[in-house]
């Protein structure tokens, strides 16, 4: 597969997972490394207008 241009770089696609019924997205490497963010590590998903907002998960923090 070939790599996309660096205008389309930040287009990913939506995938269906397992079962069916959660759905995941790929993030550019770079990104999750300057977040320093690992395989598996908990993440908090909030809606916020017509998107969403991905954050590092804080034990002992308020969910919401």
Do not use: C, T
């Amino acid at each position: 597969m070939s790599r996309r241009k660096l205008s389309k770089r930040h287009i990913r696609s939506l995938l269906k997972l397992g079962g069916g019924s959660s759905y995941g997205i790929s993030l550019p490497r770079e990104e999750v490394e300057e977040f320093g963010w690992k395989a598996k590590q908990k993440l908090v998903v909030e809606k916020y207008g017509n998107g969403l907002i991905i954050r590092d998960w804080k034990e002992g923090k308020d969910e919401r």
